[in-house]
DNA sequence: TGCGGGAGGTTTTTT
DNA sequence: ACCTCCCGCA
C-alpha cells in the first residue's frame, strides 16, 4: 500500500508521535488512561490512527489481545485497524477481536440466543428481502390497490426500521417524519406487526434485529452479560456519530466495571440519521459512562489550506454551530474549482477530460475519485468514461449479491442451513416454469409447516405441467442435503441444477452474469462452513470486482456515504445542482443539516485536487429539460473560497474568470413571458403541470378556455392561474 | 394459473 | 433505463 504512514515508523513510535503531531500528553491520554475516553477528532486528523496506537500499546503492555473488542462499521475499516496496529508492533495483532456491530452481533446471538429462546439456525435478510416480504405482506393484507399514494414497500421498510433504531414508536416517527402518510397510519401499523410476526414464524432476523436481540441478552439474561464483560476488558468504537440508541447501549451493557471504553468520532461527520445513528450519543457519552476523559484533535493531516478552508465555510454555515476549526500546516495555493456545464454530458465531459490530464500530470488513477449523492447521478459520467476506455471502480448503489441470479444462487444454501427459510424457498420454486406466485407461496406455506422438509417435498402432490421440474429440484435438495458440506463441493452440485434455468431466465444477458457466478464460486471456495458464508454474504456483501482488472490502478466513483473514511489526492464531487444535493425530498431542519454535512464528508476527502461540479439542465423522467442552479450549499458559499470554470459550450474548457458574486447567488427562476389569449386557437396542444397535454376546444370572450386534456377530459381554466404552456 | 406485452409510475444514502 | 400493475389469452 502506498503512502501508508504507519510502515516507516514500525518500531519508532515515539518519532512517529512526533511526526504527526499528536502531542504527549494526548499520546499518553489516547494510549494509557483507564476509564472512559471520548476523542473528538475533525476530519483527516487521524481518527482511527488513535484507536491504532491504543491496541498497539496495550498489546505491547501485556494486555491479552483477545480481551480487546475493536467495533467498526465495515469490516474493511476494522481489518485495516488491525493490521495497520500489526505495523505498529512489528506483529500481528489478530486475535484482536474486531468488527462490525452486526457481526458481533450475530455471533454472540448464535452462541448465547438459547438464553432468550432463539433457534441458532435463523437466517439474515439484508434489505431487499425485507421489501419482498413487505411487498408479499401488502399484497395479502390488501393494501396500497386502490390508493395510489400508500406508501411503497421501500419506506415501509425505513419507516419500520427507522422506528426501531431511533427507539420510537410508529405513530411517534410517522408523525414527525412522514407527516404525509398520517392517514395511512393503521395500515402500516398493521403491515408491522404482520411483518414482525413473519420473521419469527420463519427464522428471518433483519439488521435491526440483531442490535435488538443483542440488547436484550445483554438486559435480561445477568449471566450471559458477565459472560461478555468479563471477557472484553477493553472496548473501542470507531465513527461513534454514527452509533444509534440500541448501539450506545450495547456499548454501555457490555462494557465491565473499569469501563475501559474509548470512542472516537466527529459530530460534523454523521450523516447516517436515516438509519438511527443519532450523534448526541457524542454529546451523551460522559453522561452514560461518566469521569469521562475528553480528547479533541483539531489539527488536520489530509488536506491543503484551501481545501480547508473551503470545507470549514461548509461546515460553518450550518444552522448548528459545532465546537471545532480545523487546521492544518501542509501549503499549497491551489484553488479548489468550480464547474457548471451546460448539462449533464457537459459536466461529464469536463471531469472525463479533467482526470486524463491529472493522470498524465503523474496522479494515480486510484488517488482520483468521483463522488456523488445518489447512484445513478453517475451514469452519464461512466458512458464518457467507457467511451474513453478508463477503467473505474463503482462502490455504492447494488452491491454483487443483490442481482437477481446471485439471490438465486444463494437461495440454494441458505434453504440448508434454515430449511423454514420460506423466503428462500419461495425463490427457488418461482424458477420452475409454471409455477408462479401463487403455486410457490402454496408450497413454501407447506413446507413452513412442516417437521421434516425433505420427506414434505418428496412426498408433495405436484401438478403434471409442473412435475418434471420440481422432481428435479427435489432431487437437487435431496443430494444437497447428503453432500459433504464443504462450500465449493455444493456450489457445483447447485450450479449443475441451476445453469439450465439460468440460461432460460437471463437469456439475453446471461454471458454477462454468468461471470458474477464464476466469482462466486471463488468466494464459496475461501469458506470452511456453509454459515459463515451465508452470514458473510448478508453482513458484508462482496464487491463486485472483475477479476482480470483487479490488481490494476483504477479510479474510484462512489457514492459519498460509501467514501467516507477514505481520502483522495484527487476529488471531484458532481452532481451539486439544486434538486440534486440536497436530495429533493430533504426537508428543512436536521435533513437539511445532515445533507450539508454530507458535502462536508465529499470534500474533506480531497488532499490536494477539490472540483465541485453541476449540471444546469436536468432531465426529468419523462424525458423533459428542467433548467436548474447550483445547489444552495455552493451559493451560500463565501466568495474567493473557489475559482470558477465555465463551459464554453463548444469544447475546450478552462477558460478561467475570478468568481462574480452574481453567478454565485442562487439561481433566480427564469421569467416566462405572460401568454394572451391570442396566442390560443381552437385545436391547439397545451401542457399543464397537472392535467397533462391537451387540446383547446374553445376560446371565450374572457380570459378562459376549454381544454380537453388526454387524461382528464374536458376542463374550463382561467389563463391567468393556469400555468398553461404552448406546444 | 401462468405468461407476455404494454402502460404507467418511480428512484437517497446502508450495516 | 427499471420495476409493477393490469389485461387478455392459453
Not at 399484497?139 to 421501500?154: C, H, T, V, Y
Not at 410476526?197 to 435488538?212: A, C, S
Not at 418461482?430 to 420427506?455: C, F, H, M, R
Request: net charge neutral; proline share 3%; with cysteine.
Amino acid at each position: 500500500m502506498n503512502g501508508d504512514p504507519f510502515s516507516a515508523v514500525a518500531d519508532k513510535h515515539s518519532e512517529f508521535v512526533d511526526l504527526q503531531g499528536l502531542n504527549k500528553p494526548q499520546y499518553e491520554a489516547v494510549t494509557t488512561t483507564e476509564g472512559p475516553v471520548l476523542v473528538i477528532a475533525g476530519a483527516g486528523s487521524g481518527k482511527t490512527r488513535t484507536l491504532v496506537y491504543r491496541v498497539a500499546h496495550l498489546v505491547d503492555k501485556g494486555v491479552a489481545p483477545e480481551s480487546i473488542l475493536l467495533l467498526t462499521f465495515t469490516r474493511k475499516a476494522s481489518q485495516e485497524m488491525l493490521w495497520r496496529a500489526g505495523r505498529l508492533l512489528n506483529e500481528t495483532c489478530s486475535r484482536v477481536v474486531g468488527g462490525t456491530f452486526h457481526g458481533i452481533a450475530n455471533l454472540l446471538l448464535r452462541r448465547y440466543g438459547s438464553h432468550l429462546g432463539f433457534d441458532s439456525s435463523f437466517s439474515i435478510i439484508d434489505r431487499a428481502d425485507a421489501e419482498g416480504i413487505v411487498n408479499l405482506l401488502k399484497s395479502s393484507l390488501g393494501l396500497g390497490k386502490k390508493e395510489k399514494r400508500f406508501p411503497s414497500k421501500r419506506v415501509v421498510v425505513n419507516m419500520i426500521s427507522g422506528a426501531v433504531n431511533k427507539s420510537m414508536n410508529l405513530e411517534t416517527l410517522v408523525q414527525e417524519q412522514y407527516g404525509h402518510l398520517l392517514d395511512h397510519l393503521e395500515d402500516i401499523e398493521k403491515l408491522r406487526r404482520h411483518y414482525h410476526d413473519f420473521k419469527l414464524d420463519h427464522g428471518l432476523m433483519d439488521y435491526d434485529d440483531l442490535l435488538v436481540n443483542l440488547r436484550r441478552l445483554l438486559e435480561e439474561s445477568p449471566e450471559v452479560q458477565q459472560t461478555i464483560a468479563g471477557r472484553f476488558s477493553y472496548i473501542m468504537v470507531d465513527e461513534y456519530q454514527d452509533t444509534n440508541l440500541i448501539q450506545a447501549d450495547i456499548v454501555r451493557l457490555a462494557a465491565n466495571e473499569s469501563k475501559n471504553v474509548m470512542v472516537v468520532g466527529d459530530d460534523s461527520q454523521s450523516i447516517y440519521s436515516f438509519r438511527g445513528a443519532d450523534f448526541y450519543n457524542i454529546m451523551r457519552f460522559p453522561k452514560d459512562f461518566g469521569d469521562t476523559r475528553v480528547i479533541k484533535l483539531e489539527e488536520n493531516y489530509r488536506s491543503t489550506q484551501p481545501i480547508l478552508s473551503l470545507t470549514n465555510n461548509i461546515i460553518e454555515n450550518a444552522a448548528e454551530k459545532y465546537t471545532k476549526t480545523l487546521f492544518t500546516s501542509i501549503e499549497g495555493d491551489w484553488l479548489p474549482k468550480l464547474f457548471g456545464g451546460r448539462d449533464e454530458l457537459e459536466e461529464a465531459s469536463f471531469i472525463v477530460q479533467t482526470i486524463k490530464k491529472l493522470i498524465q500530470q503523474g496522479v494515480e488513477p486510484a488517488n482520483i475519485a468521483v463522488l456523488f449523492r445518489s447512484s445513478f447521478h453517475s451514469y452519464k459520467l461512466e458512458i464518457e468514461l467507457t467511451a474513453d476506455r478508463i477503467e473505474y471502480e463503482k462502490r455504492g448503489g447494488l452491491k454483487l449479491t443483490e442481482s437477481a441470479h446471485m439471490k438465486d444462487m444463494i437461495a440454494f444454501f441458505r434453504v440448508l442451513t434454515n430449511p423454514q427459510d420460506t423466503l428462500s424457498w419461495n425463490r427457488i420454486l418461482l424458477q420452475l416454469e409454471k409455477v408462479g406466485p401463487a403455486t410457490a407461496q402454496k408450497i413454501s406455506n407447506t413446507i413452513a409447516g412442516a417437521d421434516d422438509v425433505l420427506y414434505t417435498l418428496q412426498n408433495y402432490r405436484a401438478k403434471t405441467t409442473w412435475k418434471e421440474a420440481f422432481d428435479r429440484l427435489v432431487l437437487l435438495y435431496e443430494k444437497l442435503l447428503g453432500a459433504e458440506q464443504k462450500p465449493g463441493m455444493l456450489f457445483e452440485i447447485a450450479l449443475h441444477y441451476y445453469q439450465p434455468i439460468f440460461e432460460r431466465l437471463y437469456s439475453d444477458d446471461y454471458p454477462k452474469r454468468q461471470k458474477d457466478l464464476d466469482q462466486l464460486k471463488g468466494i464459496m471456495e475461501g469458506y470452511e462452513e456453509l454459515q459463515s458464508f451465508i452470514d458473510d454474504t448478508a453482513l458484508d456483501p462482496p464487491e463486485q470486482v472483475n477479476a482480470e482488472e483487479s490488481c490494476m490502478d483504477r479510479l474510484v466513483l462512489s457514492t459519498i456515504h460509501s467514501a467516507k473514511g477514505l481520502e483522495f489526492d484527487a476529488v471531484f464531487v458532481m452532481g451539486l445542482a439544486d434538486g440534486r444535493f440536497p436530495h429533493a425530498s430533504a426537508s428543512y431542519g436536521e435533513q437539511w443539516e445532515e445533507e450539508r454535512r454530507l458535502l462536508y464528508v465529499a470534500a474533506t476527502r480531497a488532499r490536494k485536487y477539490l472540483y465541485l461540479t453541476y449540471p444546469r439542465q436536468l432531465m426529468t423522467p419523462d424525458r423533459q429539460f428542467r433548467r436548474t442552479g447550483m445547489s444552495p450549499f455552493l451559493s451560500e458559499m463565501s466568495g474567493g473560497l473557489f475559482e470558477r470554470i465555465n463551459g464554453t459550450g463548444a469544447g475546450g474548457y478552462g477558460q478561467r474568470e475570478q468568481i462574480s458574486l452574481e453567478e454565485a447567488l442562487p439561481v433566480r427562476k427564469k421569467k416566462t413571458k405572460k401568454l394572451q389569449m391570442e396566442d390560443f386557437s381552437v385545436g391547439c396542444k397545451v401542457r399543464h403541470p397537472f392535467f397533462g397535454t391537451g387540446t383547446v376546444k374553445k376560446t371565450s370572450k374572457g380570459r378562459s378556455l376549454d381544454i380537453y386534456f388526454d387524461r382528464h377530459g374536458l376542463k374550463t381554466l382561467h389563463l391567468d392561474y393556469a400555468k398553461l404552456t404552448i406546444l
